[in-house]
């Protein structure tokens, strides 16, 4: 299972929400860059980049932050927050991700995420399913869909997606665990689903059992800012396989 940190950017810096809520705010260090280059450090090879500015306001604004990261290390980065148009996803490849995050858009406009996958391939589309009570949630969490979890799941792999990675916003931040059962109950119903989980991951105990049930990834943020999954660890985790 590949570990793969977050860095959530708000202004610039890089920051942890809890539940989505933009008012829980913590700053972690001011330059983003150093946090990338410590994972860097340890052996990480990916990093999932959110543009939480970007996902409030619907268009990218920290572009910088990316070039940065992309031009100063060799990290594989996904980038997600504000992508909603063909111009939008251009300059985010341009700006040197490797892969572009997308949510929202896949909700709101079906023709043109496809369209996507077409042009880029699927490899180059991370697609995010944001779950509030197994539900879909878009807008930079602000917006409840009444679309199922596994209906979306469902017809996007029909379309060819084979990588897709779920965050449960009721655990999101808050360093009680993973929602277990929700990925369970995705992974028996798409077995050939390459699910990478976020949101809640607390320890390596977490990590362990997200492994066990199947899961080909876990994205890690807060538990290694506050400290709960150390650097340390996490490098023996990396190295550990």
């Given at each position: 299972?590949?570990?793969?940190?977050?860095i959530?950017?708000?202004?610039?810096k890089?920051i942890?929400?809890?539940?989505?809520?933009?008012?829980?705010?913590?700053?972690?260090?001011?330059?983003?860059?150093?946090?990338?280059?410590?994972?860097?450090?340890?052996g990480?090879?990916?990093?999932?980049?959110?543009?939480?500015?970007?996902?409030?306001?619907?268009?990218?604004?920290?572009?910088?932050?990316?070039?940065?990261?992309?031009n100063?290390?060799?990290l594989?980065?996904?980038?997600?927050?504000?992508?909603?148009?063909?111009?939008?996803?251009?300059?985010?490849?341009?700006?040197?991700?490797?892969?572009?995050?997308?949510?929202?858009?896949?909700?709101?406009?079906?023709?043109?995420?496809?369209?996507?996958?077409?042009?880029?391939?699927q490899?180059?589309?991370?697609?995010?399913?944001?779950?509030?009570?197994?539900?879909?949630?878009?807008?930079?969490?602000?917006?409840?869909?009444?679309?199922?979890?596994?209906?979306?799941?469902?017809?996007?792999?029909?379309?060819?997606?084979?990588?897709?990675?779920?965050?449960?916003?009721?655990?999101?931040?808050?360093?009680?665990?993973?929602?277990?059962?929700?990925?369970?109950?995705?992974?028996?119903?798409?077995?050939?689903?390459?699910?990478?989980?976020?949101?809640?991951?607390?320890?390596?105990?977490?990590?362990?059992?997200?492994?066990?049930?199947?899961c080909?990834?876990?994205?890690?943020?807060?538990?290694?800012?506050?400290?709960?999954?150390?650097?340390?660890?996490?490098?023996k985790?990396?190295?550990?396989?």
């Amino acid at each position: 299972m590949e570990i793969i940190p977050a860095i959530d950017i708000i202004d610039g810096k890089c920051i942890r929400l809890t539940q989505g809520d933009y008012s829980q705010k913590k700053i972690y260090n001011n330059n983003p860059l150093e946090v990338a280059l410590e994972f860097e450090d340890i052996g990480i090879k990916r990093l999932h980049l959110v543009d939480l500015d970007g996902a409030k306001q619907g268009k990218i604004v920290n572009y910088k932050v990316l070039e940065t990261i992309a031009n100063k290390t060799k990290l594989i980065i996904d980038f997600g927050g504000g992508i909603k148009t063909n111009e939008d996803i251009k300059s985010v490849f341009e700006s040197g991700a490797n892969i572009a995050t997308i949510g929202s858009i896949a909700v709101k406009n079906e023709t043109l995420f496809f369209s996507w996958i077409k042009k880029y391939g699927q490899d180059k589309i991370l697609l995010g399913a944001d779950v509030k009570d197994e539900k879909i949630a878009i807008n930079g969490w602000f917006e409840t869909t009444e679309l199922l979890v596994t209906d979306f799941i469902k017809k996007n792999m029909a379309e060819g997606i084979t990588t897709i990675f779920c965050t449960d916003i009721a655990k999101d931040g808050l360093l009680q665990g993973p929602s277990i059962d929700l990925y369970k109950k995705i992974l028996l119903a798409f077995p050939k689903l390459n699910l990478i989980a976020s949101g809640g991951v607390s320890n390596n105990k977490d990590l362990e059992i997200l492994k066990e049930i199947g899961c080909s990834g876990a994205i890690v943020g807060k538990a290694i800012y506050e400290g709960l999954i150390t650097i340390t660890e996490l490098k023996k985790i990396i190295y550990a396989g």
